[in-house]
């Protein structure tokens, strides 16, 4: 039976250098079940080590968790990567850490912290999380459906780090599966601002770097079951599935 799902598909954790330090594990599973969220995707800059820990932490409460990551393109274009598996996650991870140059200065960009279910603290890592990688946006987005993955394009409306305040345009043979629309402007607002957009799906997400504003902005995405591939299913509107605008 198809049913909504309360999703906010771009919430980061500890890990991403911009981010709050108390956005760990059991933290932000709290906060989705408290905000009623179905599923959540964890989506820090360019790395994905305590993807598996909200997983873990998420288990038996009944709020769904799709392992991801917020990869930042050679051109600085933000692409979030959703996938079913921590596996499938992990491919991408070594591809991005192969070309991701750099270290962390801690006391500019902030702390990157790696923090287990338990909420105890693992290690920091020392990677330049916040920069941009050496992959173009065509190659992070091929990479992305080769592992069974769905590439959406971050915060559109956005001038900083997205495609169009990039690009100014999103070029044609960089098949997205979807556009992401930061909550400050909203789908509905979004499909009168961009209406040559009109052939993609939009989400809405929260993108969030502070524990309250998760749930901020959410997709209500109609799915028979909380998966990837129902999710581009729905993006596709097909056999019923769809995303409520």
Do not use: W
């Not at 969030?208 to 993006?235: C, Q, W, Y």
Request: net charge negative; with cysteine.
């Amino acid at each position: 039976m198809i049913r909504e799902f309360r999703c906010d598909f771009h919430v980061h954790t500890c890990l991403s250098p911009c981010a709050d330090l108390d956005l760990y594990p059991r933290a932000i599973v709290a906060m989705s079940l408290a905000k009623r969220l179905d599923i959540i995707a964890i989506c820090d800059h360019n790395a994905s080590e305590n993807v598996p820990y909200v997983m873990k932490a998420a288990e038996t409460t009944g709020l769904t968790v799709f392992a991801g990551m917020e990869i930042t393109s050679s051109e600085e274009v933000h692409i979030l990567a959703l996938f079913d598996t921590v596996e499938n996650l992990c491919t991408l991870q070594d591809l991005v850490y192969r070309h991701l140059p750099g270290e962390n200065d801690e006391a500019y960009f902030g702390c990157q912290a790696i923090v287990n279910d338990h909420d105890e603290v693992e290690g920091l890592s020392d990677r330049l999380l916040i920069g941009s990688t050496e992959l173009p946006l065509q190659r992070i987005v091929d990479e992305i459906h080769a592992q069974n993955g769905i590439a959406i394009a971050a915060h559109i409306d956005r001038e900083s780090f997205s495609i169009l305040g990039q690009l100014g345009f999103i070029p044609e043979n960089i098949p997205l599966d979807a556009l992401e629309i930061s909550s400050r402007t909203g789908i509905a607002q979004a499909r009168r601002l961009y209406p040559e957009l009109a052939g993609f799906a939009f989400i809405e997400s929260s993108d969030s770097h502070v524990i309250g504003d998760i749930g901020k902005g959410i997709t209500r995405a109609f799915l028979k079951e909380p998966t990837t591939n129902e999710l581009k299913m729905a993006f596709q509107k097909k056999e019923g599935r769809y995303i409520l605008e």
